[in-house]
């Protein structure tokens, strides 16, 4: 097993390419798009139903090397700044196969 770290991004659907620019330019290449997440937070219930995107989340999942998460969570810091979202960042254990 190898430690990793997993960052997962909680924004609105029409921003999620410039969350995955950023993990790119970090040199991640794997990620988990879900692209319509229903939820409650304390902006209310998202149904994800919406009939355009404006209203409707995504959710991006990814795993790195701690210093490169580091750097990223410092560019999703900054763009969370303008945009609604989350960011969690969890300590995991990569299972090599």
């Known amino acids: 097993m190898k430690n990793l770290q997993k960052i997962e991004v909680i924004t609105e659907k029409r921003s999620i390419d410039i969350v ?3 993990i790119e330019k970090h ?4 990620y988990t798009l879900i692209p319509n997440v229903t939820g409650k937070g304390k902006r209310g219930i998202k149904h994800g139903d919406d009939l355009n995107d ?3 989340n995504s959710m991006l999942i990814t795993v790195c090397e701690e ?3 580091e750097e990223i969570v ?3 810091k900054v763009f969370l700044q303008d945009v ?6 969890t300590d995991v254990k990569y299972v090599l196969h």
């Open 20 to 22: 995955i620019e950023m």
């Open 27 to 30: 040199g991640v290449t794997g």
């Open 54 to 56: 404006v209203f409707i």
């Open 67 to 69: 210093t490169v998460a």
């Open 74 to 76: 410092k560019e999703i």
């Open 84 to 89: 609604s979202g989350v960011c969690f960042v």
